[in-house]
């Protein structure tokens, strides 16, 4: 991973999300402005944030703290976080400018991005692993659990998020 992927990809998932908000607010994609999500999926929807805050972004920004002088750990978590503040900030501006529904759409690019994006970081890591030491295993743990919640996460946004958008 290195800064022209990661902004190649910020600045094509900013293009596609303003051209998909024009689109959705003039009513030329089949996507309603607004997620109908039932009583159930948004009580989920709410620990699941919390568990996103947790998960997504405490825990990988410890691990960034802690590793700042592994050069490669840090670049993996760095870029990272990186992407996610992005995402967090594309999401708060473009659902309140085009529409709500909007966050589908960029949570499902950047989630798609995100999981590739970690398992190059761990197919990177441990291609230059010189030890097995424990703060390796920590580190490998750490991915793998961030993979698994945003695959998790991109299923839900396929299975509920996308069906609860589409207006077909």
Known sequence: MNWKTVLSFIVSATLLTLLSGWLIRTNLLPIQSEINYSEAERSFLQIWIQV??????LLPGIAFLIE???PRVRSVFGFYLLVLAVQIVTEQICS???????????GTLYTVFRTWQL???YQELRMSAQSGSDR???VYGLLWLLLFFWSANLIFLLVVGWLRILSL
């Open 52 to 57: 996103a805050i947790i998960v997504g972004l």
């Open 68 to 70: 700042i002088r592994r």
């Open 96 to 106: 309140h400018v085009f529409s709500h529904s909007l966050v589908v759409v960029i």
């Open 119 to 121: 398992w190059q970081g």
């Open 136 to 138: 390796d295993q920590v």
